[in-house]
């Protein structure tokens, strides 16, 4: 699929809202209530578009083949804003077809050109294989394992630490 990333629209709110309402791809994603409601999703797109002009977070919409598919997101800088987190979410019809692998080397292309960062990182959980891979097939390197960090449905999860340099 051919894929790009873009500055979020408030008009995007409401597709990414049916993409991010699914337990399986809110059930990864920090912070969020599952059911979302859609004003959370306005509110989001809306504080997305404010912190472009602050720099306190930089999210794009992703679109596979012209069709909103999913957010990707520079966030949480340390105090130089030198070193940012990124997070994503792509909606279940469009996994597994190297979108989301796609849409993080688009964003730290970015952070490293326009934003001239000299860091990227990422946490996932080992529970969530498919979150990890993305990063390695986008360069991420394994920094260092948290095990133990969680305990789900009775299961341990351990927390995998990703990083890319410039
Ligand atoms: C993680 C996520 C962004 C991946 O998006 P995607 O567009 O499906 O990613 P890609 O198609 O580029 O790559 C997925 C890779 O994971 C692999 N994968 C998928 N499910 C897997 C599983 N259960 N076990 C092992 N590997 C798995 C795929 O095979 C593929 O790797 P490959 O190309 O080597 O075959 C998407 O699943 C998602 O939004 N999940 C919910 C939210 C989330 O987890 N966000 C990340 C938080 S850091």
């Keep these: 699929m051919q894929v790009k990333i873009r500055k979020p629209k408030l008009s995007d709110a409401r597709e990414l809202h049916q993409l991010i309402n699914d337990p399986e791809v809110i059930g990864n994603l920090w912070g969020y209530p599952y059911p979302c409601p859609l004003s959370r999703m306005k509110e989001d797109v809306q504080n997305g578009i404010k912190d472009w002009t602050t720099g306190q977070a930089y999210a794009f919409t992703i679109l596979a083949d012209d069709?909103?598919?999913?957010?990707?997101?520079?966030?949480?800088?340390?105090?130089?804003?030198?070193?940012?987190?990124?997070?994503?979410?792509?909606?279940?019809?469009?996994?597994?077809k190297g979108v989301g692998t796609k849409a993080i080397k688009q964003a730290v292309e970015f952070g490293f050109?326009?934003?001239?960062?000299?860091?990227?990182?990422?946490?996932?959980?080992?529970?969530?294989?498919?979150?990890?891979?993305?990063?390695?097939?986008?360069?991420?390197?394994?920094?260092?394992?948290?095990?133990?960090?969680?305990?789900?449905d009775g299961q341990f999860v351990d927390l995998h630490m990703w990083g890319v340099t410039k």
Excluded: C, H
């Excluded at 934003?115 to 993305?134: E, F, H, M, V, W």
């Design 113 to 152: 050109q326009e934003l001239n960062l000299y860091k990227i990182q990422a946490d996932t959980n080992s529970d969530r294989p498919a979150s990890g891979r993305i990063m390695e097939k986008a360069g991420f390197r394994l920094e260092g394992v948290r095990p133990k960090a969680e305990k789900r």
């Design 67 to 96: 069709k909103i598919a999913g957010s990707v997101v520079l966030e949480d800088p340390n105090e130089d804003k030198g070193r940012y987190e990124i997070g994503i979410f792509i909606g279940k019809d469009f996994w597994n």
